[in-house]
């Protein structure tokens, strides 16, 4: 076996010849990656084909935080093979950046095109009660981890894809954007971080994402991010953060995330 450190796209081809002979599915066209928050909602994107522990395929690190699956599922959404993982691997489990982008890689060896990143976050706009869903429309790498090696000099104007974007506001017309600020965590912000992400033009923040649409890019495949907004960001409400009740939302969110990833599924092929 080799590992995504030593050498990233032959161990996401290792990944993506078990995957194949696991599900008996030869080519996906669509990843979703389901993270914090979001996991509830998979059961609604189609029919379950085969589901298994991600452990399974070579290259994945075990999952370490509650509420993130870490299991792989083949869906079939009437004919568009769907490639989901639920639950992802966070830089702040200290395995690599080539081990949280493993999954997309795997996805784009399997022959996946698109990619549907999901997350759940901070929001610093008031008007995003807990349980709102956002579209990603750009991002900040604020600690700047990448998954590129070497001088890979790559276009991030139009990362978070337009289309997609578009075809998601179609699914769900209330649907807002915002600019995902990404810190490596596990902690979460002091609100002078807050302070400093508003300053800056953010206006979600999480620990996850960034790499991942990184990679995907690199990989050339379409990017759609849709963060679910579990919590207001630190020091805006008064109240400490807890990680139950980011797993709360999440679960009180599931129904309509997985009606909205649907549609944007549905219109996608
Ligand atoms: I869920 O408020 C979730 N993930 N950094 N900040 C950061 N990550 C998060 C948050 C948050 N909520």
């Not at 302070?195 to 759609?224: C, F, P």
């Not at 960001?233 to 990680?243: F, I, K, N, Q, R």
Request: charged share 15%.
């Amino acid at each position: 076996m080799t590992e995504p450190r030593e050498n990233p796209s032959a161990a996401a081809q290792e990944a993506a010849d078990t995957l194949a002979r696991l599900t008996g599915v030869q080519q996906h066209d669509v990843v979703v990656v389901l993270g914090s928050g979001w996991v509830p909602a998979a059961d609604a994107l189609g029919t379950t084909v085969v589901e298994f522990p991600v452990t399974d395929l070579p290259g994945f690190a075990p999952p370490s935080a509650v509420g993130h699956a870490g299991r792989v599922r083949s869906v079939d959404a009437d004919g568009v093979r769907v490639l989901v993982f639920l639950g992802r691997t966070h830089l702040y489990e200290g395995h690599g950046v080539e081990a949280v982008v493993h999954a997309v890689r795997t996805a784009a060896a399997a022959g996946c095109r698109s990619a549907i990143l999901t997350n759940g976050c901070g929001g610093l706009d008031p008007s995003w009660s807990p349980g709102t869903p956002v579209l990603i429309r750009d991002h900040i790498n604020l600690f700047g981890a990448t998954p590129l090696r070497g001088a890979t000099f790559i276009d991030m104007t139009d990362l978070y894809s337009k289309r997609l974007r578009a075809l998601a506001k179609e699914a769900d017309p209330t649907l807002d954007e915002g600019v995902y600020a990404q810190f490596l965590g596990p902690q979460y912000e002091t609100p002078a971080e807050i302070a400093m992400v508003r300053a800056l033009g953010g206006t979600l923040v999480g620990m996850s994402t960034v790499q991942e649409a990184i990679a995907a890019r690199e990989a050339g495949m379409e990017v759609l991010g849709v963060s679910l907004v579990t919590n207001m960001a630190a020091g805006m409400t008064g109240e400490p953060l807890s990680h139950a009740e980011v797993l709360a939302a999440g679960n009180a969110a599931a129904s309509r995330m997985g009606t909205l990833l649907a549609g944007v599924l549905r219109r996608m092929h």
